[in-house]
């Protein structure tokens, strides 16, 4: 039953005391949560100590949880305060989030590959996700926001307005931007 629950249901159940709602909570959600904080800061530590943050945020909030809005809304909203808060806590961090990222390999290894493929496939579409990788690292902060929520959280552009606080008109531009810039530093590639 929990498999097939939407997320504003078990987070309901959650609040009213159903521990095993927020496990299945956490198991749907916790991938894309991470990987978008990682994404965001660029060090696995702090990725990690965020990424506790939120869920414990969740957990302290979920007495007064009303769904309003979709869960993963309410999910990565939490996440960009607590990304906001702890920039602003270390300045010298603001300049960080544009540097480069050493773990791109470690993404391309956690994709797995179909059964079968031949070395050189896997060669091919290992130097294709470094790219890519490196392409959204490359990206200005805010547009890499928008594209990650779009990308790794599914957030309609009404949600990725609502998570980083700006119009719907900005956030459709930083996504447009985000994309095209992405589309001409590929090209030919994929």
């Given at each position: 039953?929990?498999?097939?629950?939407?997320?504003?249901?078990?987070?309901?159940?959650?609040?009213?005391?159903?521990?095993g709602?927020f496990?299945?909570?956490?198991h749907?959600?916790?991938?894309g949560?991470?990987?978008?904080?990682?994404?965001?800061?660029?060090?696995?530590?702090?990725?990690?100590e965020?990424?506790?943050?939120?869920?414990?945020?969740?957990?302290?909030?979920?007495?007064r949880?009303?769904?309003?809005?979709k869960?993963?809304?309410?999910?990565?909203?939490?996440?960009h305060?607590?990304?906001?808060?702890?920039?602003?806590?270390?300045?010298?961090?603001?300049?960080?989030?544009?540097?480069?990222?050493?773990?791109?390999?470690?993404l391309?290894?956690?994709?797995?590959?179909?059964?079968?493929?031949?070395?050189?496939?896997?060669l091919?579409?290992?130097?294709?996700?470094?790219?890519?990788?490196?392409?959204?690292?490359?990206?200005?902060?805010?547009?890499?926001?928008?594209?990650?929520?779009?990308?790794?959280?599914?957030?309609?552009?009404?949600?990725?307005?609502?998570?980083?606080?700006?119009?719907?008109?900005?956030?459709?531009?930083?996504l447009?931007?985000?994309?095209?810039?992405?589309?001409?530093?590929?090209g030919?590639?994929?």
């Amino acid at each position: 039953m929990r498999d097939e629950a939407a997320d504003e249901q078990l987070m309901e159940h959650y609040r009213d005391g159903d521990a095993g709602a927020f496990d299945a909570l956490y198991h749907r959600h916790k991938g894309g949560l991470y990987r978008y904080l990682f994404r965001q800061c660029k060090d696995k530590g702090v990725a990690e100590e965020l990424f506790q943050d939120v869920w414990s945020n969740i957990i302290r909030s979920r007495e007064r949880y009303q769904p309003s809005a979709k869960f993963t809304t309410f999910l990565y909203q939490v996440a960009h305060n607590r990304l906001v808060d702890y920039i602003r806590q270390r300045p010298e961090l603001a300049l960080s989030l544009d540097a480069e990222n050493e773990d791109s390999d470690s993404l391309a290894e956690s994709i797995p590959a179909a059964p079968g493929t031949q070395p050189e496939v896997l060669l091919e579409r290992k130097r294709l996700i470094e790219i890519m990788v490196e392409q959204i690292d490359a990206l200005p902060a805010l547009q890499r926001e928008a594209f990650l929520l779009r990308e790794e959280a599914g957030l309609s552009l009404e949600e990725i307005a609502l998570v980083t606080s700006v119009t719907p008109e900005t956030a459709k531009s930083r996504l447009r931007y985000a994309v095209a810039k992405l589309r001409e530093s590929l090209g030919g590639l994929v």
